[in-house]
T-cell receptor, first 115, second 110 residues
Framework: NAGVTQTPKFQVLKTGQSMTLQCAQD?????MSWYRQDPGMGLRLIHY???????DQGEVPNGYNVSRSTTEDFPLRLLSAAPSQTSVYFC??????????????FGPGTRLTVL | KNQVEQSPQSLIILEGKNCTLQ??????????LRWYKQDTGRGPVSLTI?????NTKSNGRYTATLDADTKQSSLHITASQLSDSASYIC?????????FGAGTRLTVKP
């Protein structure tokens, strides 16, 4: 199993540009999520999905869109990049137990810089 | 308001020594508590998970404890190795939501 894969590993954008961060998992996990990690702060949930066709907002969803057309893929789109979105982005997946996420498996992260 | 507080923020120890990392939380209702290890430049990896009824759980040289009454957890690392250098993140769940602590950065020196 490849686990959770993310591309690209690094990205530099100019303010106002858009882009999509890719995330895929091959463990047949229902639950997938996107987090951002900033220095001195805990991981913060951006968006999550409990299954194909179902997405919901997390703690910091503004400026980001997601879709879940398949169980395996969960791309994160930045609509109009801003310097405040400079961060490291992690995708994670897990099984669900009684509707709640089980232990999560994280991807290697995407380091994004917005100039 | 951060509902999960970890201390210390950073810690440096010598190889072979033991150390204990702390996690205090106010998340309620409590569902479970997880400790993750995050190596530099990589995603977090799960070490342990504890539910309300569990006081202690071990994973090799890592031992996590939980006191649900005082809402405190600790992660004890025995006989530290250079490969233990990483950030350790405490995550507390209230059934559907997970709250992440900012982590403790551990450096093990030879």
């Amino acid at each position: 199993n490849a686990g959770v894969t993310q591309t690209p590993k690094f990205q530099v954008l100019k303010t106002g540009q858009s882009m999509t961060l890719q995330c895929a998992q091959d463990m047949n996990h229902e639950y997938m999520s996107w987090y951002r990690q900033d220095p001195g702060m805990g991981l913060r949930l951006i968006h999550y999905s409990v299954g194909a066709g179902i997405t919901d907002q997390g703690e910091v969803p503004n400026g980001y869109n997601v879709s879940r057309s398949t169980t395996e893929d969960f791309p994160l789109r930045l609509l109009s990049a801003a310097p405040s979105q400079t961060s490291v982005y992690f995708c994670a997946s897990s099984y669900q137990i009684a509707g709640a996420p089980d232990t999560q498996y994280f991807g290697p992260g995407t380091r994004l810089t917005v100039l | 308001k951060n509902q999960v507080e970890q201390s210390p923020q950073s810690l440096i120890i010598l190889e072979g020594k033991n150390c204990t990392l702390q996690c205090n939380y106010t998340v309620s209702p409590f569902s479970n508590l997880r400790w993750y290890k995050q190596d530099t430049g990589r995603g977090p990896v799960s070490l342990t998970i504890m539910t309300f009824s569990e006081n202690t759980k071990s994973n090799g040289r890592y031992t996590a404890t939980l006191d649900a009454d005082t809402k405190q957890s600790s992660l004890h690392i025995t006989a530290s190795q250079l490969s233990d250098s990483a950030s350790y993140i405490c995550v507390v769940s209230d059934r559907y939501d997970m709250r992440f602590g900012a982590g403790t950065r551990l450096t093990v020196k030879p």
